[in-house]
């Protein structure tokens, strides 16, 4: 489980560098409507665990073709291992470490998100004429046609979106006295636009990124270079909505916004115009070259596409000996599992075939494996390498062993535990020399 959250985490990683290299070299360039579709990407590389596959070159250990690890004998005893000094055992701690810190994110989550709710679900719809006559005219003009409520309040000094399925603008009372037509044009685009694009879903989608990557910084760097797209996203549609050639009209706006902003804090989840002061110059030259940009859509499509390959394609690999023996392993219970055991005894190690018969063996098998029934579910638990086992009498046989462990669910067992054995001979080949099924 760690080892799967930390390679999805490092792809969450590539993409999150693949698609900030890509904004900083076509900002000044390519709007942000073209752009937009790359933090996508880059958030869904953190959570999506599909993997596209890929030709892997094999590693070293694999067997020679014809040859069958699938087959050794059934034993009739639980197998004792003897571990070196520094085998390596899986430590659960971590995943109680890493739930820990998801589930302490989600509940202070949750927490701010119901006192957010409770607080401002109770404040009263504006019936303004005036004000409510032109949030319709720039809905329409940002092609938004759900409702969309307007608080205009004294609890705040800067305009922000709250919501997404019951959205609603609040609006400073300071400036819905003072701004002119324009100037309230472009808060209410500005804000319709992070609606109309799903920003914040796409806020609580980078929220999961977190709570599930609390350990990893660059999730948090997503995070923030996310807000910082937004906001210029967003301004970009409302000055697209603005007859407002040189950006003259909506940039003093903001800029008045920012000044009145003297710090006051947002409610959670919410929207605001003036949040991103420290990117204020970013904000100001997009405004002022906007119409110099194009939509470069064919050039944001092969880096979107280059993110997908980051996130969901898995890189060319040579097999591991452990996952290599594991497949094998499998490979063989499935053997079993389909009652072919008269193949199995020619190709167990020179030792397990000392200690069980051929025909001792194949008795064994059909006497047993049968009562447990069809196999429903099987899954690998843990994996021990060893330098030694008990063969019994207190005698210990020294070597190179490998042992598998998997959970497993039979139609006639429910809960069972499955081990498998392999032991290095003296030519360096991984042969097998047990297998255990036992009830838990």
């Not at 596409?305 to 097999?319: F, G, H, I, S, Y």
Request: glycine share 8%.
């Amino acid at each position: 489980m760690i080892a799967m959250l930390l390679e999805q985490s490092l792809r969450g990683t590539l993409a999150v560098g693949v698609a900030w290299l890509a904004n900083r070299w076509l900002a000044g360039r390519m709007k942000a409507s073209a752009r937009r579709v790359w933090w996508w990407l880059a958030a869904l590389a953190f959570l999506v665990p599909w993997k596209l596959p890929v030709l892997s070159a094999a590693a070293g250990t694999v067997l020679p073709p014809g040859s069958a690890l699938e087959h050794l004998p059934l034993m009739t005893r639980p197998l004792t291992v003897a571990l070196p000094s520094g085998s390596t055992v899986s430590v659960p701690w971590l995943v109680l470490v890493w739930l820990a810190g998801v589930l302490v994110f989600l509940l202070w989550l949750t927490v701010q998100t119901l006192m957010v709710s409770r607080r401002w679900s109770r404040e009263r719809l504006c019936t303004d004429s005036r004000l409510l006559e032109l949030l319709e005219d720039c809905k329409r003009l940002s092609g938004v046609t759900a409702p969309v409520g307007l608080v205009v309040t004294e609890r705040l000094t800067v305009p922000a979106l709250l919501g997404w399925l019951r959205p609603r603008i609040l609006l400073p009372a300071g400036l819905a006295r003072t701004l002119t037509v324009s100037q309230l044009s472009g808060v209410f685009l500005h804000e319709l636009a992070h609606f109309r694009w799903l920003d914040i879903p796409a806020g609580w989608l980078f929220a999961l990124v977190n709570a599930l990557h609390w350990f990893n910084p660059f999730a948090w760097l997503a995070v923030g270079g996310w807000k910082s797209f937004r906001e210029e996203a967003a301004d970009e549609m409302a000055l697209d909505g603005l007859a407002d050639a040189d950006g003259e009209v909506y940039g003093a706006t903001l800029l008045r916004i920012l000044r009145a902003d003297a710090g006051a804090r947002m409610p959670f989840g919410s929207l605001a115009i003036g949040e991103s002061m420290r990117n204020l110059k970013t904000r100001m030259i997009m405004i002022k070259n906007y119409r110099k940009k194009s939509a470069c859509y064919g050039m944001a499509g092969l880096l979107a596409a280059a993110l997908m390959a980051v996130a969901l394609v898995v890189p060319a690999r040579a097999e591991t000996e452990e996952e290599v023996l594991q497949k094998q392993a499998l490979a063989f219970m499935q053997l079993c599992d389909d009652g072919k055991y008269a193949q199995a005894w020619n190709e167990m190690s020179d030792w397990a075939k000392i200690r069980i018969p051929k025909e001792q063996w194949e008795k064994l098998c059909s006497t047993t494996r049968p009562s447990v029934g069809k196999v429903l579910k099987r899954e690998k638990v843990n994996v021990m390498r060893m330098s030694g086992v008990q063969t019994g009498g207190g005698k210990v046989r020294d070597g190179s062993f490998v042992l598998f462990i998997f959970s497993s669910s039979f139609e006639n067992l429910t809960s069972a535990t499955e081990q498998f054995g392999f032991e290095k001979n003296a030519a360096g080949k991984w042969q097998p020399f047990g297998y255990l099924v036992t009830p838990k």
